[in-house]
């Protein structure tokens, strides 16, 4: 029993990580909460794309340059994740960025970020 | 929007680590091969030591040694040093980004190693002036120039 | 409104975690995710690329095209919030 939980909690805690940032994302009303719901959800898909690139007794994946024995890739762990979740850190700021950008710009026009209250004004200009 | 504010402790701490952090982001870049780091990290670091100089000095200073123009121009120019040597590639008869093709007189593996030190270049410059022109806008509201 | 919410949270995270019964083990070196390709990269990275890094060569020579739609991403955000947030004053 211990051991199930050994080998899989790291799963178990990236979910719960990852349903914190979803009911933020749809229970929430104000939109900067929902943008940091979001910015949890992209941490946990993180966690676990470098969680599953992890080896038992491996290191860190730069092979020695002058050494004449022939490399074992059991001895590194998996580049994989580590490269596509490099890039997607990079990308997950730039996007945070935009997303506050356009929050700036709904708060200059309808002077709230509270969800309901801009869905009443739109209605209010509207009718 | 964000203006000086008068402490002659982070003024100068600021201005002795901030060249200090841009060298190593230079480092991380230039030796992305053979240790930890590369463009995007090298480009990051290079960023935020302009934000600090933005916290520490106000928006004019940064004006000043990095103006919203020279900004933007970086921001496209490491894209096109990114896919210009795609292209370069591309003329010698290799494929698009097959940097083995480049007309450097060494062996195919050591132009493959030119060639990404080439990329890693061009995205640092792309990453670091994004952060830039991102924070810049945000913390003054676009309300500049 | 909120119970709601909290149901349809909770189910979708039993879901997962009951996904998980077929996941690897932690740390297993013969995880799929680590016997498909990455081994490959791992043995000839010196050979081909003359990188002791596997992760920058994957990075930007293996998977070169990738990184340039990334870097296209970050320039687009870029453009995005200047295009949002930026108001020149006209001389």
Redesign the interface.
């Known amino acids: 029993m211990i051991e199930y939980i050994i080998s899989k909690y790291n799963y178990w805690i990236y979910i719960v990580l990852m349903m914190i940032g979803f009911y933020a994302m749809i229970s929430k009303r104000n939109l900067m909460k929902k943008l940091i719901g979001m910015t949890i959800f992209q941490t946990a898909i993180i966690l676990f794309y470098i969680s599953i690139g992890v080896k038992r007794d491996a290191t860190i994946p730069i092979v020695p340059e002058h050494s004449h024995e022939a490399i074992k890739a059991l001895e590194y762990v998996n580049p994989l994740p580590h490269v596509l979740m490099l890039t997607a850190i990079v990308v997950m700021v730039s996007t945070s960025g935009v997303a506050l950008a356009l929050l700036i710009m709904i708060y200059k026009r309808y002077k709230t970020i509270e969800e309901d209250e801009i869905l009443k004004l739109r209605q209010e200009a509207g009718a | 929007m964000i203006s000086r504010y008068e402490s002659i402790i982070i003024t100068t701490l600021c201005k002795l680590l901030i060249p200090v952090i841009q060298l190593y982001g230079l480092y991380v870049i230039m030796h ?10 090298g480009g ?1 670091i290079l960023g935020a030591s302009f934000i600090l100089l933005v916290i520490s000095h106000g928006l004019d200073e940064v004006k000043k040694r990095m103006s ?1 123009k020279l900004n ?1 121009i970086f ?2 120019f ?2 096109l040093i ?2 210009g040597l ?1 292209v370069l590639a591309l003329i010698f008869g290799g494929n ?2 097959d ?1 083995g093709h480049l007309p450097i007189p060494v ?1 195919i ?2 132009a ?2 030119l ?2 030190l080439g ?2 270049i ?2 640092g410059i ?2 670091m ?3 830039i ?2 924070f810049l ?2 913390s003054s ?5 | 409104m909120r119970f709601l919410n909290f149901i349809l949270v909770a189910i979708a995270g039993g879901i997962l975690i009951y996904s998980t019964v077929d996941m690897p083990p932690w740390a297993d070196p013969s995880s799929p995710a680590s016997v498909h390709v990455s081994p490959r990269y791992i043995e000839k990275t010196l050979e081909e690329t003359a990188t002791p890094n596997v992760v920058t060569s994957v990075l930007a020579d293996y998977r070169g095209y990738d990184t340039l739609g990334e870097t296209t991403v970050i320039f687009t955000a870029g453009m995005c919030c200047i295009l949002l947030l930026r108001r020149v004053s006209k001389r």
Do not use: N
């Not at chain 2, 992305?32 to 590369?38: D, Q, T, V």
């Not at chain 2, 509201?141 to 120039?145: F, H, I, K, L, R």
């Open positions: 992305g091969h053979s240790s930890p780091g590369g463009g995007f990290q990051v919203e933007t921001c496209s490491g894209l990114y896919a795609g698009y980004l940097y062996t593996a050591e493959r190693y060639g990404i990329i890693e061009g995205v792309t990453v002036a994004v952060m022109s991102i806008d945000i509201v676009g309300e500049q120039e």
